[in-house]
């Protein structure tokens, strides 16, 4: 399984950001995908879920602003960020793992697939 994300970038408080990850390889549609990040200084963090079901779980400190999509003809997991604040600045990485999703908030360790990270920078 490969996965790639891209659609970072620098942009000011307030405003939106989609990212995206390609999957490619032995990856299914029912397998378990989440974006983490990591801030400077940090650890990694879960923030949203997409499980086998299609049910999907947030951080508290994203909720409401954030939201987790997949499309399953083109292999895409995406991740909506909307009203961004200085604080979601981190590199944000997409991660998957075999079938259900194993615990809520979700460990890094449970994951096997990793992409390389897409880097987000919100400015005051």
């Known amino acids: 399984v490969r996965l790639k994300e891209s659609g970072g970038g620098s942009l000011q408080a307030g405003g939106s950001l989609m990212l995206s990850c390609a999957a490619s390889g032995n990856i299914y549609s029912s397998d378990c995908m989440v974006w983490f990040r990591q801030a400077p200084g940090k650890e990694r963090e879960g923030i949203a879920l997409l499980d086998t079901d299609g049910s999907t779980s947030y951080a508290d400190s994203v909720k409401g602003r954030f939201t987790i999509s997949k499309d399953n003809a083109n292999n895409t997991l995406y991740l909506e960020m909307n009203s961004l604040k200085p604080e979601d600045t981190a590199t944000y990485y997409c991660?998957?793992?075999?079938?259900?999703?194993?615990?809520?908030?979700?460990?890094?360790?449970?994951?096997?697939?990793w992409g390389q990270g897409t880097q987000v920078t919100v400015s005051s």
């Open positions: 991660a998957a793992a075999r079938g259900w999703c194993s615990v809520v908030p979700p460990r890094t360790s449970d994951f096997p697939w």
